[in-house]
């Protein structure tokens, strides 16, 4: 067997037996077919009997819900399909309706804070918010916001908001005034929840005033509620009559039996937002019924959470993250959070918590992953990761170093899932696996349910070779639809223009020989030198293993009628980019990849710009670089990043 399908990591028998996916197959068995315990298999069947699949996995699951009608209507037009379409369902009821033994939610602070929410308390204030809320006339349909830190009291509201069958959405506090104007701005929410402060990085940063200029510039905020973070005694006035204290609107009331509107299916949940960086962002319309199946399916069956298992994934309230991660309280799980700089005081302090916490399942991203390889950081030698059962890394493609470093550095025997969908979906097309083997460099396995196929250009599927990620069937988390988009013309032409009846999703990607799959970059990225596509992950997977590189960004520059590889790398402290280093670096991608690989042009910069939740904008890089405008910057992390690209003289030539 060739060396990169050698696995990395294999589960025991023992494990395998006694996971719920196991136990999944074993139930579904008679109507499957499936007698053994094999994931290709259920796959296959998940596919091509999607109703009998996603019935059977919300008995397995335990969905609260009325769940009468057909399954599936609509199902050979995929824009139009319906899942449940007379089924009735309340999100908040099934994310409370099955508590552990353990806390639900223990929360740290970069500050070094520690608290905990027993499940009774996360009931009891819930049940006075959504009292308050509908003292403020919130019923079904209403938007309600978070402009919040990843504290419990996020949580706390959400819950609240959507047991009224209303809608949530939320940004982290480091969104500036137009980043967040441009988000809650467009679907006109009617209260907004806001801390008075946070940290990060060893440092506080004021939320009051953004919030303020928020409801003076958005007429339909009535009220903002203000959560006491960083100190107990918050001066509101800034506010005026809109200000509410959470601590006066707590006392307020007495807890009492929550109330659930149960809805649609396919009502409205949660809307997310696009990245923004080529526009105003998008306001993706996520449902109650497709969040909560899918996040289910993904928690149970894909990541094996288990009541009392301890879920613990490094996120902002404005990753889509987030949204998952609150669901895996509908599996009994205890939440762990965390809010800060996962790099203050220093590199340990995810491993500090998920040592300390008992974590038995840590999410972070790749670029986090990658910035710890480069801070020697080693958890092996310095915690007890005993507890730990699954690894989950999102946000962008996984190098395989990244592999090698989590099995030699981490932990040796876990469950290591690349897992790849995104905020479109709300969900992921393609992930882990506990029953089957990893191997380095892929994301495990494509999801049950999920019919991932690839295509190449003229929308012929593809085995072993580079193409578009499709999904060809529908699946219960498409989104509703967008913001303000009433034909939905704008949701066609996002996901179904390319390919007829099939979503396309716009990540460049392969299907390997393990039924696993290799992703190479947004397929809008890709480079065309010479007419030949090369994804942007292909580059950085050989860049980001020279020692003296801390990251990299590559675009393509149009150049005498075709496109050239140009390069940008951010070095190590006191390394300069002299012609030794640049030779080395394209050596690297010459013997490793192809001569098509490598790059023109490789140049230093001190800073790559990036989104909130993490990722690099090749994009807005390529149009700094070719003379057009970034639109709505206030959507990146570091805008002021972007001006170290515009008119370089090393481009000029």
Not at 214 to 236: F, G, M, N, R
Not at 322 to 331: D, R
Request: hydrophobic share 40%; glycine share 8%.
């Amino acid at each position: 067997m060739p060396e990169n399908l050698q696995p990395m990591w294999t589960p025991s028998q023992d494990r395998i037996a006694s996971s719920l996916l196991a136990k999944f197959i074993s139930d579904t068995s008679e109507k499957s077919g499936n007698t053994s315990v094999g994931y290709d298999a259920v796959w296959e069947w998940s596919v091509s009997s999607p109703e009998q699949f996603w019935d059977a996995l919300w008995d397995f699951c335990g969905i609260v819900g009325d769940k009468t009608g057909v399954t599936l209507a609509n199902e050979d037009h995929l824009i139009d399909a319906q899942f449940y379409p007379d089924a009735k369902i309340n999100y908040a009821e099934n994310l409370l309706a099955h508590p552990g033994q353990g806390p639900s939610i223990i929360f740290h602070s970069e500050n070094g804070d520690r608290s905990e929410w027993s499940w009774a308390q996360l009931k009891e204030t819930t049940s006075k918010l959504q009292q308050a809320l509908i003292e403020q006339g919130i019923t079904a349909g209403d938007r309600v916001v978070g402009f919040l830190p990843n504290v419990p009291e996020a949580i706390a509201a959400m819950l609240a908001v959507t047991s009224l069958g209303a809608v949530w959405s939320s940004c982290s506090p480091d969104f500036g005034l137009n980043g967040v104007k441009d988000r809650f701005g467009q679907i006109e929410p009617k209260i907004l929840f806001t801390a008075d402060a946070y940290h990060y990085n060893g440092k506080t940063h004021s939320s009051l005033d953004v919030a303020a200029e928020l409801a003076a510039h958005i007429p339909s905020i009535q009220k903002v509620i203000v959560i006491p973070y960083v100190e107990q005694t918050v001066d509101i006035s800034n506010l005026d009559e809109k200000g509410l204290h959470w601590v006066d609107v707590l006392a307020a009331y007495e807890a009492q039996q929550i109330a659930y509107t149960r809805v649609g299916f396919a009502a409205p949940l949660f809307i997310m937002f696009s990245s923004g960086t080529t526009g105003l962002p998008k306001c993706i319309i996520h449902s109650v019924g497709g969040t909560l199946l899918q996040h289910v399916k993904e928690h149970q069956l894909q990541c094996d959470v288990k009541p009392d298992d301890r879920l613990f994934f490094f996120t902002t309230c404005g990753w889509m993250m987030w949204n998952w991660l609150v669901s895996g309280l509908a599996s009994g799980t205890t939440l762990v959070l965390f809010d800060g700089s996962p790099f203050y005081p220093d590199g340990n302090i995810l491993a500090n918590i998920a040592a300390a916490e008992k974590v038995t399942h840590l999410g972070t991203s790749a670029k986090y992953i990658d910035a710890c390889a480069k801070a020697d950081i080693k958890p092996a030698k310095t915690h007890d990761l005993s507890c730990l059962r699954t690894i989950m890394s999102t946000g962008s493609p996984l190098a395989p170093e990244g592999f090698d470093y989590i099995y030699q550095d981490w932990k040796s025997d876990v469950c290591l899932s690349s897992i790849a969908g995104g905020t479109d979906i709300l969900a992921c097309f393609v992930g882990g696996s506990p029953i089957s083997p990893v191997y380095r460099g892929q994301c495990q396995k494509r999801q049950l349910g999920m019919n991932v196929q690839v295509f190449d250009e003229n929308g012929i599927a593809t085995d072993g070779e580079p193409g578009e990620l499709v999904c060809t069937t529908a699946h219960p988390s498409m989104p509703i639809g967008f913001w303000n988009d009433p034909d939905r013309a704008k949701y066609s032409a996002a996901y179904f223009e390319k390919f007829e009846n099939i979503w396309h999703h716009g990540d460049w990607v392969e299907l390997t020989e393990p039924k696993g799959m290799t992703f190479f970059g947004r397929s809008d990225a890709v480079l065309n030198p010479g007419g030949v596509r090369i994804g942007t992950a292909e580059i950085y997977r050989q860049v980001e293993r020279i020692e003296d590189v801390l990251e990299g960004l590559v675009i393509g520059q149009q150049w005498d009628n075709d496109v050239r590889v140009v390069l940008f790398v951010r070095l190590r402290e006191g390394v300069i980019l002299d012609d030794a280093l640049i030779k080395r670096i394209k050596t690297e991608i010459r013997q490793n990849a192809t001569p098509r690989h490598v790059p023109a042009k490789v140049i230093a910069v001190a800073d790559i710009p990036r989104t909130k939740s993490g990722k690099i904008t090749e994009l807005a890089v390529r149009d700094v670089v070719h003379g057009r405008a970034v639109k709505n910057t206030e959507a990146m992390a570091n805008p002021e990043a972007l001006e170290l690209y515009k008119d370089l003289a090393e481009l000029q030539s």
